[in-house]
T-cell receptor, first 117, second 111 residues
Framework: AQTVTQSQPEMSVQEAETVTLSCTYD???????LFWYKQPPSRQMILVIR??????QNATENRFSVNFQKAAKSFSLKISDSQLGDTAMYFC??????????????FGKGTHLIIQP | SQTIHQWPATLVQPVGSPLSLECTVE??????LYWYRQAAGRGLQLLFY??????ISSEVPQNLSASRPQDRQFILSSKKLLLSDSGFYLC??????????FGNGTRLTVT
């Protein structure tokens, strides 16, 4: 079974600063996918970014980028030029490749990110 | 485009009453479907998933059940609710290795 650990229950930064959220995972799989989801106060789950484990290049989406370290089983999310709208719970998630992705995502417990004006 | 509908948005039910939450997906065929529960201040726990009509896999023993009567319909049920069933329930879908797409969730309070 896979486990996902987010060691920072809550973080707070000033607007426009850069912040990094940590995520580690444990798996015996070699092929898998990693995701970061954002859950604002509305509780809608919004995909932020996705990384395929077979790709060495780190994924980026505008102000969001990841630092994927496969050997260390680490998958951190960096948010640059943080904005008030980035305030949300952020969840790291894992999907194994075997089984066709059918058994869904394993989530960490989340990091509550607060952007201060 | 694909959309997912989940209802109701909010539900307050007494202990011992039945439950039925419904989720439907539009714009795709044969999706994988999921029910997750999110307890207060915690992550998402996978309850059930389905890869096809009538095929249900349960991840944790519990008071709930799921059914998939049609290709794009997923129902979460209980015959008798417990206080511990309170939480935020999310339905989601995906195809293959695509990211999961979530509904807006149901906030269930059992009193």
């Amino acid at each position: 079974a896979q486990t996902v650990t987010q060691s920072q229950p809550e973080m707070s930064v000033q607007e426009a600063e850069t912040v990094t959220l940590s995520c580690t995972y444990d798996t015996s799989e070699n092929n898998y996918y990693l995701f970061w989801y954002k859950q604002p106060p509305s509780r809608q789950m919004i995909l932020v970014i996705r990384q395929e484990a077979y790709k060495q290049q780190n994924a980026t989406e505008n102000r969001f980028s990841v630092n994927f370290q496969k050997a260390a089983k680490s998958f951190s999310l960096k948010i640059s030029d943080s904005q008030l709208g980035d305030t949300a719970m952020y969840f790291c998630a894992f999907m194994k490749h075997s089984g066709g992705g059918a058994d869904g995502l394993t989530f960490g417990k989340g990091t509550h990110l607060i952007i201060q004006p | 485009s694909q959309t997912i509908h989940q209802w109701p948005a909010t539900l307050v039910q007494p202990v011992g009453s039945p439950l039925s939450l419904e989720c439907t997906v539009e714009g795709t065929s044969n999706p994988n479907l999921y029910w997750y529960r999110q307890a207060a201040g915690r992550g998402l726990q996978l309850l059930f998933y389905s890869v096809g009509i009538g095929q249900i896999s349960s991840e944790v023993p519990q008071n709930l059940s799921a059914s998939r009567p049609q290709d794009r319909q997923f129902i979460l049920s209980s015959k008798k609710l417990l206080l511990s069933d309170s939480g935020f329930y999310l339905c989601a879908w995906c195809t293959g290795y695509s990211p999961l797409h979530f509904g807006n969730g149901t906030r269930l309070t059992v009193t």
